[in-house]
């Protein structure tokens, strides 16, 4: 998938990569996309309440290796 930015949260635990990619988000502009890589398995509860709190869209989420990979879209 493509995407304009991206984030290593891995390592960092809650509410950290969420706090991180609500500052990436921040800046980038509307419709682009923000690719967050992180460890935490917590994070994939996160990222589904963060998308249903803001109005980002999460486009997709991956676990490869106990790495989860999301795809967020700004609103």
Known sequence: MDFHKELDARGLNCPLPILKTKKALA???SGQVLRV???DPGSIR???AFAKQTGNELLAL???NKEFVFFMKRK
């Open 62 to 64: 991956t676990d490869e």
């Open 46 to 48: 996160d990222f589904q």
């Open 37 to 39: 890589t992180a460890t």
């Open 27 to 29: 800046d980038m502009t």
